[in-house]
């Protein structure tokens, strides 16, 4: 856990969280990893919002979240790229609620990639269903946690990609990240919609 440098200026992004809405925005930081540009939208899409919240709503945004995220996963259909989205959301999540623990100072800071904390690779998709509510429900356990005992003002955590983050802005993170990937997931009529749609282009003539 880190006290933040001294901030960087930023300059004015060609794309702004107010031009493409909320959840575009966090695509597009999703995607942004260079300099000012970066620094910008991280301030604007999660530090931001997140510092006027308290831990208690970033909590029940976590469970409102946590309960579009079952439905999602609930309709999905059973394939391979909709297992994938789902051990991708949890690994991350599991990931994210490190960091959140040494924000708590309950764990100790080390820097490491998701891909440890994924499921194992022949989870089901009735485990994969499971998990998800398992471990959103250790998220929002933990905003309870920082509710109860909040790190100091400016304590910060490491994201790999995105750099320094407070405990808010990774509460924000992990709600937006996981709203964002479970868009992915597909129904069967969904697939079955799409495949009769190729199958025009991909047929011999």
Not at 10 to 28: F, M, S
Not at 93 to 102: H, K, P, S, V
Not at 151 to 157: I, L, Q, R, S
Not at 170 to 198: M, N
Request: no cysteine; charged share 25%.
């Amino acid at each position: 856990m880190t006290k933040p440098n001294t901030p960087n200026v930023l300059v004015p992004a060609l794309i702004t969280v107010a031009g493409v809405g909320l959840a575009a925005g966090a695509a597009y930081l999703a995607r942004q990893r260079k300099g000012e540009v970066k620094d910008f939208v991280v301030s604007r899409v999660l530090e931001a919002p997140a510092g006027r919240s308290s831990y208690t709503d970033l909590g029940q945004g976590l469970e409102r979240g946590g309960t579009a995220l079952a439905g999602r996963a609930a309709r999905a259909a059973d394939t391979p790229a909709n297992r994938e989205v789902l051990a991708h959301i949890i690994g991350i999540e599991r990931w994210g609620q490190d960091r959140l623990r040494a924000a708590l100072g309950r764990a100790t800071y080390q820097s490491d990639t998701y891909h440890a904390y994924r499921p194992a690779p022949d989870a089901s998709l009735t485990d994969l269903r499971d998990l998800l509510s398992q471990t959103r429900s250790g998220t929002v356990d933990l905003a309870r946690q920082l509710h109860a005992n909040p790190p100091e003002d400016g304590d910060t955590v490491n994201h790999n990609g995105l750099g320094p983050l407070t405990a808010k802005a990774w509460l924000r993170y992990l709600t937006q990240h996981a709203d964002l990937e479970s868009r992915r997931l597909r129904g069967a009529k969904e697939e079955a919609r799409e495949g009769q749609e190729v199958m025009p282009e991909a047929a011999p003539s």
